[in-house]
């Protein structure tokens, strides 16, 4: 079946880079997402990685894709106070539909 | 729009009565999709719209849920007698469901959602 896996939290001081990891099921996935949630908000798109690359970067933001491992991971680097939120990885589903992890609660502490 | 609205953003409702949550997705976005978030938990897909194809509803929970759309425009969710463990925030979702290929063509953009809450 489809499932998504991710730890439910992690904490990190200001300026440092987070590493928040995921792992799939589904190998067919073709997209692979990353949400970001802060309180009281709605889901923001962070980035996504097409199944054909093993690395994207945008900014403070990299993106690994480990096919063979089906794994992903989402690095923040020089973490800020503003990034405290909760990230969601997600994989499209075979419907189109996004098949997301219960989200991981990264903290920020100044 | 600019981007994807619904309404209510909150919804106090008793037990065993009916509810309805209304999603208007970006203009020009042929998919639509709608997920149930409860509390500390990931988004849970519950249906889908592509187009004037019969949805895929393979995610409702139950035969309480329904949804309907008008082509390519407005979607309600429907609960019917209502229970507490529908409590959560229900969460809308579209896409321009561009051609196979086409880098981003499936993002989806998510509304602010609607919390329910059933006492």
């Known amino acids: 079946g489809e499932d998504v896996e991710q730890s439910l939290f992690l904490s990190v001081r200001e300026g440092d880079s987070s590493v928040i990891n995921c792992t799939y099921t589904?190998?067919?996935?073709?997209?692979l997402y990353w949400y970001k949630q802060e309180p009281g908000a709605g889901l923001q798109l962070l980035t996504y990685i097409f199944s054909n690359m093993d690395m994207k970067q945008d900014q403070r933001l990299t993106v690994l894709l480990n096919k063979k491992d089906k794994h992903l991971s989402l690095r923040i680097a020089d973490t800020q106070t503003g990034d405290s939120a909760i990230y969601f990885c997600?994989?499209?589903?075979?419907?189109?539909?996004?098949?997301f992890g219960k989200g991981t609660k990264l903290s920020v502490k100044p | 729009g600019a981007g994807v609205s619904q309404s209510p953003s909150n919804k106090v409702t008793e037990k065993g009565k009916d509810v309805e949550l209304r999603c208007d997705p970006i203009s020009g976005h042929t998919a639509l999709y709608w997920y149930r978030q409860r509390l500390g938990q990931g988004l849970e897909f519950l249906i889908y719209?592509?187009?004037?194809?019969?949805?895929?509803k393979s995610g409702l929970p139950s035969d309480r849920f329904s949804a309907e759309r008008t082509g390519e425009s407005v979607s309600t969710l429907t609960i019917q007698r209502t229970q507490q463990e529908d409590s959560a925030v229900y969460l809308c979702?579209?896409?321009?469901?561009?051609?196979?290929?086409?880098?981003?063509?499936?993002?989806?953009?998510f509304g602010p959602g609607t919390r329910l809450t059933v006492t």
């Open positions: 997600a994989e499209r589903g075979s419907q189109g539909n996004l098949i």
């Open positions: 589904d190998s067919s996935s073709t997209y």
């Open positions: 979702a579209s896409s321009l469901r561009g051609l196979a290929g086409v880098l981003g063509s499936y993002e989806q953009y």
């Open positions: 719209f592509q187009g004037n194809s019969a949805p895929d």
